[in-house]
Structure formats: C-alpha cells, structure tokens
C-alpha cells in the first residue's frame, strides 16, 4: 500500500540532507577522464563508488556491499543493500548509472564528465545512503541502492540485473531511476514520466512530494523511448518510476559532450538534494512496510 505512514522517521532525516555532500560526490565523479563502460577509468569509477559505500555502511551487519560483474563488459554495477527486519522478502529498489559517454566514438582517452548525466543521480543517492546510515535507519522490507554500469549503450547493467531479480523470483514491489537530477530546465522542480513507468506508483511519488516536500512543484512528461534503467525494470514487469530534473523540451543540452561539467550547472547540487529528499521519503515509506 502506498501509505505515508512514517512521519516521524521522514522528518527526522530529511534535514540532514545536505547539498554540500551531493556536490562534493558529482566533483568526485566527473574528475574521472570518463567513466565509460569499457575503460579502465570506467572500472576504476565504479570501484571507487563501491568504497564509498562500504565505508557508508561501516560496521552495521545488516548492510552489505557487493560488485556485479557483467560478461560482456569489464565496468560492474554496484549494489548496497540494507536487509529487511521482518519483511527482508520484499525489496525496494532506488538506481542511478555511474557510466558516461560522449557518443558512440568513446573510447580509453575521451574526455566525458558526464556531471548530470548521471553522477548527479549516483550523488543524490549516496546522499540518501550516508543520511540512512548516520540516522540508523532500520528497513523492514530490504532497500537496495544501484549504479549500474552501461547504461548509455542500452541499458544494458540494469537489463542484466533486472532479469537475475525476475529470474530468482524476487519481490521487488518499487524501483525508483535517478538519472540527470541537477540541470534546472523549468520552473517545476521534479518532473515524473508517464511512459516505462507505473502510474500508480508516480502517484505514490506525486502525494509523497506534495506531503513532505511541499515548496517543491512537480510536472510530468514523456520520453517516448526506454530513455533510463527505470526501463528494464519496467521490462521485468516490476513498478518503476523515473522522477527527472525537467521537461523533455528543456533537458539538458550540455549532456553526451565534454561540457557536461558542474561549471554548466552554476556549480551547485541545490537541484539534485530535492532529489535526495523525494528518493529518501520513498525509500523510508516503501521500506516500513510489514508483510
Ligand atoms: N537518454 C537519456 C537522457 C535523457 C533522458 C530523458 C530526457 I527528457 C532527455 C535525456 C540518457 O542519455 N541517459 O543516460
Ligand atoms: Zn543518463
Ligand atoms: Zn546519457
């Protein structure tokens, strides 16, 4: 059920949000020449991640971090998961991808940032990990949090890890895509997508917003193609919801070129942490449930 039901949790970690954190995380990324799925900085970008997750999750025994190896490809996906207390069976998914490209030429020496497509939505997660793990935020369901590799020639990391989760059965009643969270295009603040996505839970997200994030306006658009992760888990048949930065007319110009930097997004992460802040209510709300 899409109760918001959590309240005093919510509004608990919800300040501790800060959008220092995210911008710091989106520097960290983009410093990499480029994190595309076949070079040894795209290896190293996603190792880096890992260890940063690892140390997020410290020593609590519940929280493990794991690298998923692709067969095609050397870049792996990153999975932190929070196991659940008494309703571990049901999962909540929330993922971002950490590869970038500047187009098909990409290669070992390219230079692609790619600071909002998609460190910004990498950012914003970690953000949420850091906030759930200082606050000893305790899930009853199982939350996971992923940066898949490869999404920028076809979805392909989360294709994979979406079809071992329909493969093995799992329950996974949400996932949530955060991929460009920090270029404000529009006036709205957060706009939900209509198409590969699950209506019901764009409602969830659209009162969660209103409920918690009241100053915050949210719009919705299209993409008209499997335009992020959000897709493949549409594709498996699960609920997916893909909250983005803008309206499709008003995307990001700067992404897929070298000038996909923090400079062309007036060096700041203030866009991303409204991101943080929704992921984070969602990720609280959906993992209260009991069975
Ligand atoms: N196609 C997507 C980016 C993308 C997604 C939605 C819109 I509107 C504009 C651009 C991509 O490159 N994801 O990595
Ligand atoms: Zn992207
Ligand atoms: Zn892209």
Redesign the pocket.
Known sequence: SYAIDNQAIVNKLLPQLQDSNVLGTIQSLSNYQNRFYTTSHGVSASNWIASQWKQLAGSRSDVTVEQFAHANWPQKSVILTIKGSDNAAETVVLGG?L?S?VGSGTGESSRAPGAD??ASGVASLTEVIRVLMAGNYQPRRTVKFMAYAA??VGLRGSADIAKRFKQQQAKVVGALQL??TNYQGDAEDI?L?TDYTNAAQNTFLANLAKYYLPTLKVGY???G?A??DHASWNAQGYAAS?P?E????N??PY??SRNDTLASMDNQAEHALKFSQLALAYAVELGSDGP
């Open positions: 991808h590869d490209t497509d998609d999404e920028e991929d460009m706009f997508f658009s299209k993409c193609y335009c992020s893909f983005f803008s309206s499709f007319n995307s990001n992404i897929h």
